[in-house]
């Protein structure tokens, strides 16, 4: 089990580093796949997908919004950054428009907890995703600024791992994850922040035409390892909350693309914000 979960961890960074480095339509049309398969996983477990091969109208209208979607921010973006905001927006109130309407003329096949499941994993799985794909588009050095996401993420990650194992004690979230200290959770938060502090000295200062603060890249460091580790727990109640173990297979190992990329989804944002307030995108 190890082995497997090395191997295709190996082989998961190589392709995600292929991808990256490709941007452009190569970007795009991965990020919109996997979009589309974590928005089907996401469906899958709260039981909104369907019997059988057939999805059912909901998941219809959250696969045909994410297509809508991803047309929508790729050509906003080919205008200016600054036009992808109002375009996110409309578009996320056209998809819940768009799944009041299967609401209403399905009733009462579908609850509302069923509808506001399939919105719900319209948000938290294409939508939040997104990000990635503009931290690399939308930003003249996005091939060197994507990278945060996953320093925020997985680097955070393996630091809290490390101080959990060496010195945890006190448990975190006990009844959602008995592994997780608050040991841990501190290493990784500090551990991020330094990450961070190092990449952008030695990385994003040097080789990039912006310039970013060293304590401003350590808050925002610290800031999105946290809210990565609630991402993580967040998917891992949803798992708890529908008794499932993982939310697929696609991945040997490690289970389905939430399940990999539960901490990378939200923290994305994070560092999209945090990066465009330094370089004053809105301002």
Not at 92 to 110: I, M, N, S
Not at 141 to 158: E, K, N, P
Request: charged share 10%; hydrophobic share 55%; proline share 4%.
């Amino acid at each position: 089990m190890f082995r497997t979960r090395l191997l295709s961890g190996i082989v998961l960074v190589a392709i995600a580093l292929g991808v990256f480095l490709a941007g452009g339509a190569v970007l795009a049309v991965v990020i919109f796949l996997v979009s589309m398969i974590a928005y089907q996983e996401l469906t899958g477990a709260c039981k909104v997908r369907g019997e059988g091969m057939i999805p059912s109208p909901p998941v219809i209208v959250g696969l045909v919004m994410t297509l809508v979607y991803y047309g929508v921010i790729c050509l906003a973006l080919a205008r200016d950054i600054s036009a992808v905001f109002p375009a996110m927006v409309m578009s996320v109130v056209v998809a819940f428009l768009a799944f009041l309407f299967v609401y209403v003329f399905t009733f009462p096949k579908y609850h509302a907890n069923q509808i506001m499941s399939a919105m719900f994993a319209f948000l938290y799985g294409p939508v939040m995703l997104s990000f990635l794909f503009l931290l690399r588009e939308g930003f003249d050095d996005g091939i060197y600024l994507v990278w945060f996401a996953f320093l925020a993420s997985w680097g955070s990650d393996t630091c809290a791992y490390c101080v959990g194992v060496l010195i945890g004690k006190h448990k975190m979230t006990p009844k959602l994850s008995p592994k997780k200290s608050i040991e841990g959770a501190v290493g990784g938060i500090l551990g991020a922040a330094l990450l961070f502090v190092l990449y952008t000295q030695f990385v994003i200062n040097q080789y990039t035409v912006m310039t970013l603060s060293l304590p401003l890249a350590a808050i925002l460091g610290a800031v999105g390892a946290f809210v990565s580790m609630v991402g993580d727990l967040a998917a891992s109640a949803v798992k708890r909350d529908h008794e499932i173990k993982d939310y697929g297979k696609l991945i040997p190992g490690h289970g389905g693309i939430m399940d990999r990329f539960d901490s990378v989804i939200v923290a994305a944002p994070i560092v999209f914000l945090g990066i465009a307030f330094a370089t004053g995108l809105w301002s």
